[in-house]
């Protein structure tokens, strides 16, 4: 079996591949002390609710991370575990998908993975809407080529720190709100948080659809999704495994 893990700025997503087929997958935080043993710990037990065995069910791991040191203790943890080297996605990784930007190098690893998951399955063009930590809309051409994209503030993001900047403002659960109009301060928060969202997702889709040659088929993932997508008039499909799907087509093209 192929583990494929995604390491985020605030969440993790790990995933594990019978063949092609998705057959577990988690959502966890992400924490950037753990040792290689702990996370080795970590995805032993996970595996092991699943009736998985860490030890003897895994023959590869892919990884795509945006937070170095997870990714470097990740790769000693792959080593001592497992004997074998992971694939890290990175500069140099074969992926099938030309990179017509500016500086290849800078362009964060998920975004990459996630355009080339949504091309090999809707065709292209199209732009795929990651709520993460920042918000990012990762476009790819109809001929599979990744041509950059836009990044906004991450709605959880924005909603911590309007929190923690306004003193009489409180931390609130993100939910579709009754109406615009909130009769509270929970409830006028979460219009300006969700409505907010939705009105900026459309109008960057919008824009970008602008600029492309054809429409483009709009795809959302990432964990703060669900929180805005019923506001969303642009968005065509939700797919919350996005990535880990891109990694997996990745493994196959680099082993």
């Not at 990784?93 to 690893?109: H, Q, W």
């Not at 993100?174 to 006028?188: F, H, N």
Request: aromatic share 8%; glycine share 12%.
């Amino acid at each position: 079996m192929l583990l494929a893990v995604d390491v985020g700025n605030s969440q993790t997503v790990i995933g594990v591949f019978d063949g092609d087929d998705l057959a577990q997958h988690w959502r966890i935080s992400t924490e950037a002390n753990r040792t290689p043993d702990e996370l080795a710990l970590m995805f032993g037990g996970l595996m092991g609710f699943a009736d998985l065995s860490f030890s003897r069910n895994v023959h590869g791991l892919i990884v795509s991370s945006v937070v170095p040191v997870v990714t470097e203790m990740l790769r000693v943890m792959t080593r001592k575990y497992f004997h074998f080297p992971p694939v890290l996605v990175g500069p140099g990784t074969r992926t099938g998908m030309p990179l017509e930007i500016d500086n290849p190098r800078e362009v964060g690893a998920d975004r990459v993975v996630n355009a080339l998951a949504a091309y090999e399955r809707f065709g292209g063009p199209g732009i795929v809407v990651d709520f993460g930590t920042a918000t990012s809309f990762d476009v790819y051409s109809g001929k599979g080529a990744f041509l950059g994209g836009a990044i906004a503030p991450g709605v959880a993001t924005s909603v911590s720190a309007l929190s923690a900047r306004g003193a009489q403002l409180p931390r609130i659960e993100l939910a579709k709100p009754a109406q615009a109009i909130g009769r509270g301060t929970v409830e006028a928060m979460r219009s300006g948080a969700v409505f907010g969202f939705a009105g900026l997702v459309d109008r960057i889709v919008e824009e970008i659809s602008g600029e492309l040659d054809d429409e483009p088929a709009v795809i959302a993932t990432g964990g703060m999704a669900p929180s805005i997508l019923d506001a969303c008039q642009t968005v065509d499909r939700h797919e919350p495994w996005l990535t880990l799907e891109g990694l997996q087509i990745i493994w196959q093209r680099n082993t």
